[in-house]
């Protein structure tokens, strides 16, 4: 699974002195050339980038099959096989991802983050164990994708959480094969970047699960 290419990095620096968190809440402002640690020399140019062509599809490896599914199911509804149960417990779309509070991804256009709290009980006799870049969404052209940012927390079957409290991490070539294991349950936080079509359909993927379909408008 590779990284989708469609974020543009800004480095927004803002004005007020926040507690640094992983995902700083908006700002009323963002200026675009403010300094880095507020000197009172001239201020760094923003950062910018250009176009990317876009990649050809990146099919999930074929190591973890995903069982084949008439429909995939809705949002909300549990799907499950021998290994998991999964639920996309919350769905959102941003125009912006926080890292902190001087740090900003935004979209290009035509296209969105697409966040994705998920539960997933883990089922088999040992611990639960999945890698990001088998956690994944299908866009309608075929493309699939591993989350650009993600994040999880293992807790104990029945447990609720807020799976937006969770701090999430940039997934990169790098850390996606990293292991990620869970005695009973976790939550995960994910996000995409994706076409926005107004709506957007994809099909979400977990491991070896059977798919959920996810619509954002």
């Not at 880095?36 to 250009?50: F, I, L, Q």
């Not at 296209?111 to 040992?126: A, M, P, R």
Request: one cysteine or more.
């Amino acid at each position: 699974m590779k990284k989708h290419p469609f974020a543009i990095l800004f480095a927004l620096l803002v004005a007020l002195s926040l507690a640094c968190s992983a995902v700083a809440p908006a700002p009323t402002e963002t200026p675009t050339n403010a300094p880095t640690n507020a000197p009172t020399e001239t201020p760094p140019p923003t950062a910018t980038s250009t176009s990317t062509p876009k990649p050809t599809s990146t099919p999930r490896p074929t190591s973890t099959p995903v069982p084949p599914t008439a429909t995939p199911a809705s949002v909300g509804e549990t799907v499950s096989n021998a290994d998991y149960d999964v639920n996309v417990v919350k769905v959102r779309k941003l125009g912006s991802v926080y890292l902190d509070e001087y740090t900003v991804w935004q979209a290009k256009p035509g296209y969105l983050f697409l966040e994705i709290g998920v539960y997933v009980v883990n089922k088999k006799s040992s611990a639960g164990s999945v890698k990001w870049e088998d956690i994944y969404v299908t866009e309608a052209n075929g493309d699939s994708w591993r989350p650009e940012w993600a994040g999880y927390k293992s807790v104990k079957v029945g447990d609720q959480m807020n799976p937006w409290s969770i701090i999430f991490k940039e997934i990169t070539k790098g850390n996606a094969d990293e292991v990620i294991s869970f005695p009973q349950a976790a939550y995960f936080r994910l996000i995409w970047v994706i076409a926005d079509h107004n709506p957007s359909v994809v099909n979400f993927g977990f491991d070896t699960s059977p798919l959920i379909q996810v619509i954002i408008d």
